[in-house]
Nanobody, 115 residues
């Protein structure tokens, strides 16, 4: 069974930083587009950032210049470095692995930005 283990969420003050990690198992990691999505209370899940197997990246406009996605294929892990965090970044962040015919989600990790 495919499993993603997410870590790194928590409570941080505005302007602070967090680094999320997602370790995937039981997939050929390098074949997958990896992404981070988030869902705030009362809102739909939205794309934060994705990274392809060739390390091409794409970001939501709201996080450009503040967040950075990266991957380590040797460790089957994708990261999301989040800087200059704002209260509106508060959400549950989900790891996603996607390829043709397959789409897997992690269990989510809570990020709260508050003073």
């Amino acid at each position: 069974q495919v499993q993603h283990v997410e870590s790194g969420g928590g409570l941080v003050q505005p302007g602070g930083s967090l680094r999320l990690s997602c370790a995937a198992s039981r997939i050929i990691f390098s074949f997958y587009v990896m992404g981070w999505y988030r869902q705030a209370p009362g809102k739909q899940r939205e794309l934060v950032a994705i990274i392809t197997s060739g390390d091409s990246t794409n970001y939501a406009d709201s996080v450009k210049g503040r967040f950075s996605i990266s991957r380590d294929n040797a460790k089957n892990t994708v990261y999301l470095q989040m800087n200059s965090l704002k209260p509106e970044d508060t959400a549950v962040y989900y790891c996603n692995a996607r390829t043709i015919g397959a789409n897997y989600w992690g269990q989510g990790t809570q990020v709260t930005v508050s003073s």
